[in-house]
């Protein structure tokens, strides 16, 4: 975040701050000793020049006038290769192994990252962490989703890492392959483009689909007259948040108490329920039952909303005798700490 120190640079500002101070109070001091031995017949230029080349053992020869005239000048030239010479040499030595550890502390950081990228799959990736990208990585992270973040800004990643711990995270151009390629796009389940620009997030989805086939796309667009280009291109979905916003606006009037409640269960960082879509894959144990046959609420404390049946319609308020079938979709409110292991008994 721009204007705050991080825990890093301000463990190397702690290191450096005395090292340069004792450096330069040598040298300050110094060349006001020449300055008042000389009584004034040098000037303050030559003194500090005189000083520097002292501290730093050049081995240029004496540059004060008739120095070898003045008493203690000498002595004073010695006590500053005696105390100042250790003085630089701590500065320096400070200075070059703060250079060369934050090198290596980069390097080992950046080989670490890229190791956990490498082994990370059936995850989702988020180009762009704006205003909507923040929300997306928010709720990932709540509901326990593995996800990568990509971004061409460093400083954004810095501030979500504050805001919520480390995260896996590429620092690119998402329209790039590499880019995608490292943040392991062939593995991935899915890809969120969230930039504010509505050709970045065609770009993001051109290229995200070349390099897999199978993810799952949702773009944001701005205007609404893009949504259809981004379709072709390859997105599964296309969000519009001003159209998302007017629907709210109008929900907001006319059912305010159902709003406030789905509202508040996906602000709420605590809130332990969320609603979520379960597959119903072949084989699976539920296959031919009723949903009270299925006894669902024995792996998780759930509530199924309706049922996304084959043909895409949809079965709202599901009674008990309603026959589950391979293919259709549970949509349901459910704890999300135990959506896990109802997945892994409907997946049998």
Known sequence: MKGVLTTTEATVLTRIYPAAAAFFSVFLIGGLGYRVIGGGQWSYADCFYMTLITLSTVGFAETLTDMDQVPGARIWTVGLILLGSGSLLYFASTLTALIVEGDIRGAIQRNKMTRLLQKIDNHIIVCGIGATGWNIVLELHRTHNSFVVVDVDSTRIEKLIAEIGPVLHVVGDAAQDHVLEEAGIERAKGLVAATPDDRD????????????????????????ENEHKVRRAGANAVVSPNHIGGMRMASEMLRPKAVKFLDEMLR????????????????????????????????????VIAVRRNDGSHQYNPQASFRLAQGQTLIMLVLSSELHTLKTYVAG
């Open 201 to 224: 997030n065609l770009f993001v989805t051109i290229t995200a689909r070349a390099l897999n086939d199978r993810l799952r796309i949702v773009a944001k667009t701005i205007e609404t």
């Open 268 to 303: 709420d960082r605590n809130a332990s329920r969320r609603i979520e879509e379960v597959f119903i894959a072949p084989g699976s144990p539920v296959i031919g039952l009723t949903l009270s046959q299925a006894r669902l609420r024995r792996w998780a404390d759930s509530l």
